[in-house]
């Protein structure tokens, strides 16, 4: 059974930053096409954020293009969010997903947005 737990998320002020944590387990990290964030206030529309490819390949939505890095450590199947210059509209519910490969789907932001697998979200709130 395929199992995402993300952790890291808090609560900070405008201008600082913040490293989210998805630990993958059930499943090779790598047999996962594509894993990476997206984040979601109940009523509004979902975001995908970040994603990675099982080769590596990322993939940022513009509102958070030069402030957050994802990145994985294979070893300990983990994928991380690296978020800086945190801004109040970043405070979210963010979840970690996957998704497996598909003929007509690739791997990026709006891929993410309707995953096989997610986690139960972890919350980030940003004061101003």
């Known amino acids: 059974q395929v199992q995402l737990a993300e952790s890291g998320g808090d609560s900070a002020q405008a201008g600082g930053s913040l490293r989210l944590s998805c630990r993958v387990s059930?499943?090779?990290?790598?047999?996962?096409?594509?894993i990476g964030w997206f984040r979601q206030t109940p009523g509004k529309e979902r975001e995908g954020v970040a994603t990675?490819?099982?080769?590596?390949?990322?993939t940022y939505a513009d509102s958070v293009k030069g402030r957050f890095t994802i990145s994985r450590d294979t070893a300990k199947s983990i994928v991380y969010l690296d978020m800086k210059g945190l801004q109040p509209e970043d405070s979210d519910m963010y979840y970690c997903?996957?998704?497996?490969?598909?003929?007509?789907?690739?791997?990026?932001?709006?891929?993410?947005?309707?995953?096989?697998?997610r986690g139960q979200g972890t919350q980030v709130t940003i004061s101003s």
């Open positions: 997903a996957g998704h497996s490969r598909s003929p007509t789907v690739g791997c990026g932001v709006k891929s993410i947005r309707t995953p096989n697998y």
């Open positions: 059930g499943i090779y990290i790598l047999n996962i096409h594509c």
């Open positions: 990675i490819s099982e080769r590596g390949e990322k």
